[in-house]
């Protein structure tokens, strides 16, 4: 009997895949990155060939180090950077071109014309979203317009769209399923949050023809079993979907309305179930669904935070200062503060609560005593005091104080950042045990939905804390901080 359920976890920056058994213990964790593609100043694509390559290869190593075989597992979950635009040939199923991610931002003037028209608040009643090039339904109409014969074609239904999700799914499935979830598709400017449809009227906004478009599943259901799948026998279900910040809403075991969680990865994202009603933010927060369970819909409050593990690859790869990501916080220790240095990290425009595409990155605040290290520990402090606002903004949104703040992602096992978020924000700061709980909830809905696991108790009971962060900072240094880092946006 298959005793392991395998989740894929397909980021912004490279794939992970985890096995997990039956008392969700990890028997094995893979990771690979994989190239980023910057064409002009402002793009940001991937190539989906590169990211199939990337998840067969570490779904190969992850069977080979549990020391099992494709056979053994029950069910394959999926979980995915979000907005990011992929279409292909439904025929051949290969790429038309390269994917564009959440991160680019070459549709800003497209959303700007739509918001000179008067149309935000009609998007943002229907889809609990703002005009932002952030979404997928810009990029999208961006695909059609300038990939040549590619809006006929879709119109003829000879092209596919899909979130990453759907692209997996549709060659894990050799093909067969062309679907997404409601926590993927309420990302991308095309369905209606109420009805969990994609919207007629917001496909004609974006030009976008419902022939190109997969079909609405749950989040926790069979789409369909493998097929001429190298590394895996075919016939294995293919059974949850989630985006990667509601699948780690999910993996926190985040069920009941008031609770939240914070993932740090290559962005950073809080997420507060708000239950079966949709609220909605005065504040510049998005509304989004949680999942899709059968007989239930959950709801969230989300903020957004572009740029957080992406600036320290950031010092690593484009200033050279660190070798290695991990090296940070060390390099951030050997000073006690950032001698002044404010790095505002808004390498791709600013999210919420401020919503401002055309922001970049500044750092202010440089003498001749300025040092790498100095810079370093402004990172870590612009990543904290990013999280800072989004949650300052949640809390008076939902009109509920957090006893505690859950984090998750890579990012987490840095100890000064998670200290120094403690620390501005004035409330404790926990850790689980695993950190990886995106693919933790991918796993979890998957097996939910094959038997493989009877309820949500169980990933309840089994979420355990690592470390909690309690803080230390006087109110006084907090509210210096923040009145210089405000003073720091306003600027970017």
Known sequence: MAAY????????????????????????KVNAEYP???PRPGWVEHDLEEIWGSTTAMIRRALSRAGIRGKDVAAVGITNQRETVALWDRSRGRPVHRAIVWQDRRTSDACARLKAEGREGFVRERTGLVLDPYF?????????????????????????????????????????????????????????????????ELLGLFHVPAAVLPTIRMSSEVYGTTRGVKVLPDGIPVAGIAGDQQAALFGQACFSPGEAKCTYGTGAFILENTGVEPV????????????????????ALEGSSFIAGAAVQWLRDGLGIIGKAAEVEALARSVPDTGGVVFVPALTGLGAPHWRPEARGLVTGIDRGTTAAHLARATLEGIALQIHDLAAAMQADSGKIFPVFKVDGGATGNDLLMQLQADLLGVPVERPRMVETTALGAAFLAGLAVG??????????????????????????RERLLKRWHEAVAKA
């Open 136 to 200: 997928s339904g810009t990029k999208l109409g961006w695909l059609l317009e300038n990939v040549k014969g590619a809006a006929a074609r879709a119109e003829k239904g000879e092209l596919a769209f899909g979130t990453i999700d759907t692209f997996l799914t549709y060659r894990l499935t050799g093909g067969a399923a062309h679907v997404t979830d409601p926590s993927n598709a309420s990302r991308t400017l095309l369905m209606n949050l109420r009805t969990l449809a994609w919207d007629p």
């Open 36 to 38: 980023q593609h910057f």
């Open 452 to 477: 493989f696991w009877q309820s949500r108790d169980q990933i309840r009971q089994a979420w355990k804390k690592d470390r909690r962060f309690v803080p230390r900072m006087a109110a006084a240094e």
């Open 5 to 28: 359920v395998l989740a894929i976890d397909q980021g912004t920056t490279g794939t992970t895949v985890l096995v997990l058994d039956r008392k969700l213990s990890v028997r094995a």
């Open 280 to 299: 909605f933010s005065n504040r510049g927060l998005l509304t989004t669904v949680a999942w899709s369970l059968p007989g239930e819909v959950a709801y």
